[in-house]
């Protein structure tokens, strides 16, 4: 909602003749998963005819405070160019960061890069600056969409999407992808018109059809329900037709936290099982994740080669940031899915690189990033593991 009215409200400020530049500023430039204020920088010397542009507001000295919209929207206004960027570093946040960066913006500058230069600290890029980023100052993140290769972990009419498997191909297409991983839901996952196995093997044909023909490459994933033993709702022997398999809980929330850590891990330790989605159950807003140790399961992330997932719903954005510099520090393997139900959902994968970035994700690091022969040797890592092993 705050992306859809930070767009509108930037048509309105881009149809005045009174301001010469605008930027998003705030949360919503930090990509914060919940937005409680949009902030903008505005230059002008108009202040009073931009605050006619819009209604129920509040003018103090170079803030206009706009009350007519679901969420508070501050606008900045600047009168002079040598205080912009000043005003847009200070907006931007986040406080602790600004705080405890001890970097200095008084002075004129051009861009924010001569602001950090200047007191001799190391650029940061919005998105990263919190209070979090001084545990270990990690390199800024370098993810961005252009470096996407591969869509992973969506939905279609097999199970409970709204567009069939060859409407997503080509949506995929369209947008650059070069290949996806079709993970409609399993058998457990009844009320999502979940897979049971001879429908596997159905789509699995409707899979080979569609790669004989022209498009890119279809791979055959699942998104195989945890269930409360930690079991995936598959048997192994079963599990070995799919081509990447997806783990996540749809039920039994309420666990504790030792039987939930346990049940997650088990799910983690099964040999087929290439990705852990959602890994906290979060809606945000709306539900609590489960309980558990979010440390250990990266700990069993890493141990298994099993990739976690950032799921890039706008209500989920699983897993949270802040334990995105843990699993950075033991070298887990990070996808960016849209969990797309739709044509339209896959452009929810930009809110899940925000987040990414927010934790200092590198693309290196990214399956998603992965070029295709890449992702195939990612998806094979076990069973050439286990080959090496006898």
Sequence with gaps: RATRLASEIGD???SSPDIKEYKISGELRRSMEVIASLDFVVLSENIENIASM?????VKENLIRIKSYTIPVNLHVISTVKDFIRILFETTGSGDFVKNSEISSDGEFETEEQIFEKSGFPYVIP?????????????????????????LHFHTQWSDGLNSLEEMRKAAAERGF????????????????????????????????????DGIKVFQGIESDIVASGDLDYPEDFLSNFDFVVASIHSNFNMSEDE????????????YTDLLAHPTGRLLLSRKGYKLNIKKIIDACAANDVAIEINANAHRLDLDWRNLYYANEKGVKISINPDAHSVEGIGDTKYGIGIARKGGVQAKDVINCFSENEFIKFINRKVEKYKSQG
Excluded: W
């Excluded at 819009?54 to 509040?58: I, L, N, Q």
């Excluded at 600056?129 to 290769?149: G, I, M, Q, T």
């Excluded at 009320?191 to 004989?212: F, M, P, T, W």
């Excluded at 939930?260 to 040999?271: C, E």
């Design 260 to 271: 939930m850590t346990a049940r997650i891990i088990k799910a983690v330790d099964n040999p």
């Design 54 to 58: 819009f209604d129920s507001t509040e």
């Design 127 to 151: 998105e990263m600056r919190e209070e979090h980023y001084f545990e270990n100052k990690p390199s800024n993140s370098d993810l961005e969409f252009s470096k996407f290769k591969g869509l």
């Design 178 to 213: 070069e290949y996806v991983a079709v993970c409609d839901h399993s058998k457990s996952a009844f009320y999502a018109n979940g897979l049971k196995e001879d429908r596997v093997l159905e789509q699995k044909e409707e899979i080979s059809k569609a790669n004989s023909i």
């Design 12 to 14: 309105i400020l881009e």
